[in-house]
């Protein structure tokens, strides 16, 4: 059993219907933003625009997500924000998460929502 779990092609659980960098390009790219801007200290924010430094992330990585945005928001000096790919349904409960999170400690944080219909 466990071998045609390997052998079987295809989509496979937890599989996104688009890569990360095809998200960070068309948000990046709509809000006039760079992509990939080195920090000062070698780490690499997904999308920079004129106000905010953008960390752009799946939707189960919500909270790695809020702490990457705060640490390109003083690496650039910046607002940070954050932009969740949230693909199906069942991932709505991490924008909530995110959300929440972000209005009950008052952080310095803006969100957007991409790749939900």
Not at 5 to 14: A, D, K, R, Y
Request: proline residues 3%.
């Amino acid at each position: 059993m466990l071998l045609i779990t390997f052998l079987i092609p295809g989509n496979t659980l937890g599989a996104h219907a688009r890569l990360e960098s095809w998200y960070q390009t068309a948000w990046c790219d709509a809000h006039a933003g760079k992509r990939e801007i080195q920090m000062p200290d070698g780490s690499r924010c997904d999308c920079v625009t004129v106000s905010h430094a953008i960390e752009i992330e799946f939707a189960v990585k919500w909270a790695e997500a809020i702490g990457q945005a705060l640490f390109y928001s003083l690496q650039t000096g910046k607002r940070g924000g954050i932009v969740l790919i949230v693909e199906r349904d069942s991932e709505l409960r991490f924008w909530i998460r995110l959300n929440s999170t972000i209005q009950h400690f008052g952080l310095p944080l803006d969100t957007w929502m991409v790749g939900y219909p």
